[in-house]
């Protein structure tokens, strides 16, 4: 593996010229977020002032990363962007698709047997375009790209959520769609919503039982899971500055969990010791050099009231441990308040299994302290009540905590030494006995909790906590144990009580590998072949989409007029569809399955108006689309919250819906279905979605004369010939009615590339 310094360097040369143009025009000190958003804007140099929460911003990240989950249909898509390699350092990760079960050995062996041919997929095609790949095994995508690529002052954009993990290192890191890597992949510019800023001062210090995991639990506490919806959230203080880099990685990771776009900490020592543990001695030398950039100005941190648009305080000293949950990352319990928030709630005290690990919590501090709290343990005669796992994150970790003990540590409490991949985070964990559907307790260190996430059973109530307080309430079996204050009986029946714990925040004989799982692209990879199975059913190559006839689109029928909420889990449902994310055709048969049917109430149960026979939705599509006629999907309000998944807008495409017309869209979903070259439309009147009747053909009037602010006019011609026509309007500007005459973004891409 080799990091990028060369791109690095590159960022950090432009970085005082643009800070200080931006500074000057802002005309105030500017914080560490605005300071790396002004140092990557598309355009170079700052020329305007950008309004927080307002300003549509075109950006230039410097890196990509995608898991395998999604990277699949990202891939997929840049395949057709005619490019011959990535246009900025791009990793993917083998970590979602690896079962747990039996252990590291044998469960890997089963991934890479039953998904041979997704991970040899993207092994090629990583090889072919320039994409650094990790094997499955390698580890967590988030837990590698704080060892090997993250660097202070940098932006990078993944397809994943906890991509914002990278803060932990200065970054501003951010999780998006596939389509949007797939943009920054091939060379174009990444547009985000100028960010609102929340700042977090922790003054005090750490101690005893109290860890960084706390810090943020108790900031999803207080903001709750939407608290930070649109704003960046920047730490700082003395409480910030003396903990660990990882453990400002875990913070940063959880940032997820309050809808937050990001976190991120100033450079400071903390980061400076973790990058040259890692290796990266000369990261630090280019960093010190621009140091004053990659932190907020000084008045900034003095006043911060008048810099960011929400504040708040924690007092790391009287911090407690807490334990969140069940069933949602925000409902903080301090651990003092545990037993009677427990017996008021009806949660089961008994504790069946304790996890530890993911890309939230992985880190050599994490290991070494939740072991020393296992040491004692074993030492006193304790015998653990409840089962213990761990998945570390990534290879790097688990060689060098098996080198230093802390794994035969572990296994002396019987601990599963599950492999470097996400496993249990993502309900990849073959549970024994969870079919059953038992009401029960486990407690985890990783950062969601929603209910069936880890093991598919919708009565676990799973707690996340840090991985100290994880293995003192395996070992006791108690949710409501308070190691602070509550003592356990050893075998002998003798009363114990556990020290707190402790742990090294680095490894003193350093970091260490054998075989880190690494593949490094082809330095020519034009000769590299990509070979999908026609007859695969989890990989399909992708067509390009067909370009706009430049006709009006006419006699087009309603698929669904859709009511009430309508997620992208709507539109495109997980869980057991999550192997078939690389072939489109397969996909497709979960297309609106749950939406709602505005006339009849029901889901996936919609009118066929060729036979008049009430089928599923993507049955109805299918017929539509084989008898050559295109379909309109008719939706409520914030039609396509929810997830990025491109998923939600290419299998309508795909099926041949040609327009989704709503009261209104989630942005990301709206900006999604321009990018597949749909039309994305909104009732100019919103009482017109009233009109919409369930035999409706639909006729335009005007999309010849498509243009940027001019509404459209549709007809409607109702079941008895009745005929009303309404405006709908849309928010394409020039360059996206370009997507739409080529046929897709990607085809525009293509063509740009060929010409
Ligand atoms: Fe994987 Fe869970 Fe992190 S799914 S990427 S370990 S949040």
Redesign the pocket.
Do not use: E, G, L, V
């Given at each position: 593996m080799a990091f990028d310094i060369e791109m690095i360097k590159k960022v950090y040369a432009s970085m005082a010229e643009r800070v200080d143009a931006a500074r000057e025009i802002v005309g105030r000190p500017l914080t560490l977020t605005e300071k790396i958003l002004y140092s990557h804007l598309w355009d170079g140099k700052a020329t305007k002032v950008y309004h927080r929460g307002a300003d549509y911003v075109d950006f230039a990240p410097d890196r990509v990363a995608c898991?395998d989950a999604t990277a699949q249909m990202a891939l997929l898509q840049f395949m057709h962007a005619g490019k011959k390699r990535v246009a900025v350092p791009t990793t993917v990760h083998c970590?979602?698709l690896i079962l747990a079960k039996n252990g590291a050995k044998s469960d890997l062996a089963v991934a890479n047997t039953q998904s041979k041919e997704v991970f040899d997929f993207l092994s090629s095609v990583s090889n072919k375009y320039g994409i650094g790949f990790w094997k499955p095994g390698s580890g967590?995508?988030?837990q590698i790209v704080l060892e090997n690529y993250a660097f202070p002052g940098g932006m990078m954009i993944g397809t994943?959520s906890?991509t914002v993990n990278a803060g932990g290192l200065g970054m501003l890191a951010i999780g998006v769609g596939g389509a949007d890597a797939v943009d920054v992949m091939s060379g174009m510019s990444w547009e985000l919503k100028f960010p609102k800023l929340i700042g977090v001062k922790l003054t005090g210090k750490l101690s005893g039982w109290t860890a960084p995991k706390d810090v943020i639990l108790k900031v999803a506490d207080i903001l709750t899971v939407k608290g930070g919806t649109g704003a960046v959230v920047e730490y700082f203080g003395e409480g910030a500055i003396a903990m660990s880099c990882t453990g400002k990685g875990t913070i940063c990771n959880m940032g997820a969990e309050i809808g937050a776009t990001t976190s991120t900490f100033g450079y400071d020592d903390a980061m400076r010791r973790y990058l040259v543990a890692t290796g990266r001695q000369e990261v630090v030398a280019a960093a010190d050099a621009v140091a004053s950039y990659l932190t907020a100005d000084p008045e900034v941190y003095a006043n911060p009231e008048q810099y960011f648009d929400q504040l708040i305080e924690i007092n790391l000293s009287d911090l407690e441990p807490h334990i969140n949950g069940p069933f949602t990352p925000d409902r903080g319990t301090p651990v003092s308040k545990m037993k009677e928030e427990a017996a008021a709630n009806g949660w089961p005290i008994k504790v069946e299994w304790g996890l530890i690990g993911?890309?939230?919590n992985s880190s050599y501090e994490d290991m070494a302290r939740a072991a020393s709290i296992v040491e004692q343990a074993v030492t006193h005669g304790i015998t653990p009540k409840a089962e213990f796992g761990i998945n570390p994150g990534s290879e790097q970790i688990r060689y060098t905590i098996e080198r230093d003990g802390i794994i035969a540590t572990f296994e002396k409490m019987g601990t599963k030494v599950f492999t470097n991949a996400?496993g249990p985070?993502?309900g990849q964990w073959d549970r024994a006995g969870a079919d059953k559907g038992e009401k029960n307790t486990i407690v985890h260190s990783?950062?969601?909790n929603f209910s069936k996430r880890a093991d598919g059973n919708p009565n676990t109530h799973a707690f996340v906590t840090s991985p100290e307080m994880v293995a003192a309430l395996a070992i006791s079996g108690r949710l409501d144990f308070n190691p602070l204050t509550d003592s356990l009986l050893n075998d002998n029946g003798e009363e114990v009580k556990l020290n707190a714990p402790f742990g090294d925040e680095l490894p003193k004989r350093g970091f260490d590998v054998e075989e880190d799982g690494f593949q490094a692209p082809a330095a020519d990879g034009s000769s590299v072949q990509i070979l999908v199975s026609p007859t695969s059913d989890r990989l399909q190559l992708l067509a390009p989409f067909e370009a706009w006839d430049g006709k009006n689109i006419t006699g087009a029928k309603l698929l669904i007029k859709a009511f009430g909420k309508c997620t992208t889990d709507h539109i495109s449902m997980a869980g057991p569809w999550l192997r078939f994310r690389g072939h489109l055709d397969n996909i497709s048969n979960n297309m609106l399955i749950g939406a709602v049917n505005a006339f009849n109430q029901k889901t996936n149960e919609i009118k066929n108006q060729l036979t008049g026979v009430y089928e599923p939705v993507p049955t109805v599509q299918r017929a539509y689309k084989a008898a050559g006629i295109p379909s309109i999907v008719v939706g409520d309000h914030n039609y396509g919250e929810g997830s990025s998944r491109e998923h939600a807008a290419m299998e309508p495409r795909f099926l041949g819906v040609k327009a989704v017309l709503v009261k209104s869209f989630a942005r990301i979903h709206e900006t999604n279905l321009k990018k597949q070259g749909m039309l994305a439309l909104t009732f100019a009147n919103e009482f017109d979605y009233d009109k919409i009747q369930e035999d409706d053909t639909i006729n335009f009037l005007d999309l010849t004369e498509f243009a940027a602010g001019k509404p459209l006019t549709i007809e409607l011609v109702h079941s008895n010939e009745a005929r009303e026509t309404i405006l709908v309007n849309h928010t394409y500007n020039e360059s996206q009615i370009g997507w739409f005459v080529a046929g897709s973004a990607l085809n525009l891409i293509a063509a740009a590339g060929q010409a």
């Open positions: 898991q970590d979602h967590i995508i988030h994943d906890h993911s890309c939230t996400c985070c993502i990783f950062n969601r």
